[in-house]
């Protein structure tokens, strides 16, 4: 989810670091302040839902 906060321009990255194959980050809201347009809301909220149902499924194995 993270990832489509960046691509809508609600976090920047501002920092990364590889561990042991993985590659962890540190986000920030951006220097100039965060805005969303009438669809934002929608689009995280439908994120939101996917990152749920793939953190079930693999609660589940």
């Known amino acids: 989810m993270p ?3 960046v ?3 609600l976090l ?3 920092e990364e670091r590889k561990m042991r194959g ?4 540190v986000y920030a809201l ?3 302040g965060a805005s ?3 669809a934002a809301p ?3 909220t439908a994120a939101a839902g996917r990152c749920r149902r793939r953190h079930a499924d693999a609660s589940a194995r």
Do not use: F, Q
Not at 22 to 25: M, Q, S
């Open 3 to 5: 990832a489509t906060l």
């Open 7 to 9: 691509k809508a321009g």
């Open 12 to 14: 920047d990255v501002v």
């Open 22 to 25: 993985a590659v962890e980050r």
């Open 30 to 32: 951006p220097a100039r």
């Open 36 to 38: 969303l347009d009438t």
């Open 42 to 44: 929608a689009s995280v």
